[in-house]
């Protein structure tokens, strides 16, 4: 052990103050430290012997002595004293913040061949937000010399870093002036890094990041569209032949073999060829012809659409008398005035539907039923009207 000398912290470490006294216990003064604290911190410790300044004699040694869990202990030299050598400073060492929580440690005096203990200090450490993987706690005994370097490289570090707050001033206040758009460059950050995410597995599909991805994406669609399309490889006499050609496929290829008259499909679970008994004939399917006379093409299909037509019933085309219209659901009807006008494209199975285009007047009101026949439409009324009733009818087969 070394005896205490006079010792000075450097100008960039936090002194913080605090009692010790060899006889009475009073309630300490809690130093509150954060976990990994090291050597920038250091205790000045104002030495008491019951109530009364004590001097360390010229010979004395001293050191900390901190429990802590786990069984684990620091035990370290006191880095000196001050001139009057009342006072002591010791050096806050990681391994004295390693754990977060209130620990006691006192002070140990050396002197005339006997040992003295003092008042514990409290030592109030803060749980560290961001843990030290790397640090592992361990008991802890260092030298004097080594902990003056630490406490001396620490201060020049924190001096180092107060020179560069100083020279990048101009920066840091522009950091600050901007810390909004800082602050939320982490979560535009990550928010574009789950839409490219999102875009590479609808593309490609291999980001694990939604169910069925492997077969939902636009990569497996072009594959699978290319299989249809290039998935023939030709036709061939005979397996042999095929075989001698392709001699492996991929799924989707297909052939047709002459000596069967079928369609033979790459299997690759087994990597062979096989006969699927579909005949490469297609006589069980329709062909073109077939196809346009049983199935209805855009013709067909424009061809029952409704057509639109404008009729003129003229006030003149009445005729007065008894007629009856029979309707589809076996009912009928009796008027006593009827209207033929000539329309060209109906016929008797026409289908013939007043549009709601028309301009509803009163002689289109008083208008009860049409009856479509061959080329001409039959209005029907109980009153003759004495204007033109102009309709637009929807025409179809």
Not at 288 to 304: E, L, R, S, V, W
Request: aromatic share 8%.
């Amino acid at each position: 052990m070394s005896k205490v000398t006079i010792y000075s912290p450097p100008s960039a470490a936090q002194v913080k103050n605090c009692t010790a006294d060899f006889d009475l216990r009073r309630a300490p003064v809690p130093i509150h430290l954060v976990q990994f604290d090291k050597t920038i911190p250091i205790l000045a410790v104002a030495l008491y012997k019951g109530g009364t300044a004590y001097k360390l004699p010229e010979d004395a040694e001293a050191n900390v002595r901190m429990g802590k869990r786990n069984n684990l202990y620091v035990y370290n030299p006191v880095l000196g004293c001050n001139e009057g050598r009342t006072l002591v400073y010791v050096a806050v060492t990681p391994q004295m913040t390693t754990q977060d929580g209130v620990f006691y440690p006192i002070l140990e005096v050396l002197a005339g061949g006997g040992v003295a203990g003092t008042s514990p200090l409290q030592l109030v450490i803060q749980r560290n937000p961001v843990q030290e993987g790397d640090l592992e706690d361990t008991s802890e005994a260092q030298t004097l010399a080594d902990l003056v370097s630490q406490a001396a490289a620490s201060a020049n570090a924190a001096a180092d870093s107060a020179r560069i707050v100083q020279e990048n001033k101009d920066a840091i206040q522009n950091a600050n002036a901007n810390m909004e758009a800082i602050k939320a460059a982490p979560a535009n950050a990550k928010a574009a890094a789950a839409s490219a995410k999102e875009a590479r597995s609808w593309a490609v599909g291999d980001t694990a990041s939604r169910p069925g991805e492997g077969m939902d994406n636009a990569k497996y669609y072009a594959a699978l569209a290319q299989q249809v399309s290039q998935g023939a490889v030709g036709w061939y006499p005979n397996y042999e032949a095929l075989y001698a050609a392709h001699d492996t496929g991929y799924d989707g290829n297909w052939a047709i073999v002459g000596e069967t008259d079928t369609i033979w499909v790459w299997d690759s679970d087994t990597g062979v060829w096989k006969d699927t008994g579909e005949s490469s004939k297609f006589a069980n399917y329709y062909d073109k012809t077939q196809i346009d006379a049983n199935f209805y093409g855009k013709a067909q299909i424009d061809a029952k659409l409704p057509k639109p037509v404008t009729v003129t019933v003229a006030a003149g085309a009445w005729t007065t008398g008894d007629y009856t219209v029979s309707w589809d659901d076996g009912g009928a009807s009796n008027y006593t005035a009827c209207a033929t006008v000539t329309v060209a494209g109906v016929t008797a199975d026409s289908r013939i539907a007043v549009s709601d285009r028309t301009r509803v007047t009163d002689a289109v009101r008083m208008v009860a039923a049409l009856e479509p026949e061959a080329g001409v439409v039959k209005f029907y009324a109980n009153s003759v009207p004495t204007s033109a009733a102009v309709f637009v009818l929807e025409v179809s087969q």
